[in-house]
């Protein structure tokens, strides 16, 4: 398409900052065209909305896993018994914590690059 083709203009500002970013970034790509970079990126660039719900569920299913080892732990040091109840309870929450990890394992490998 040639230039003379492109019959909108688009103008927007940016900070200092900004317009070096935009430099590396062009330099990165190996291009000069400041116009054909901005254009691609408008229109081909990619928008990275994460959805971090599932690692929000992990840190709290590792806490609670933490917890529950540190509490066995206390026990044992004072007691000096291990429930097998417990070590059933610390089985059960280490499946769901790997559960959660390959969850979100699978969701990361599906998004394109």
Do not use: C, P
Not at 50 to 55: E, I, N, S, T, W
Not at 72 to 101: C, F, H, P, Q, T
């Amino acid at each position: 398409m040639a230039g003379r083709e492109r019959g909108v203009q688009l103008h927007f500002m940016v900070t200092e900052r900004e317009r070096e970013l935009i430099a590396e970034k062009m330099a990165q790509l190996g291009t000069a065209n400041m116009a054909a970079y901005l254009r691609k990126m408008a229109v081909d660039g990619y928008i990275v909305n994460l959805d971090l719900a599932g690692v929000r569920e992990l840190v709290s299913l590792l806490r609670n896993a933490t917890n529950n080892l540190n509490q066995i732990a206390k026990r044992v040091n004072g007691a000096g018994s291990l429930y097998a109840a417990d070590v059933e309870d610390m089985k059960a929450r280490y499946a769901e914590l790997w559960e959660a990890a390959n969850k979100i394992l699978m969701e990361l490998a599906t998004l394109k690059t």
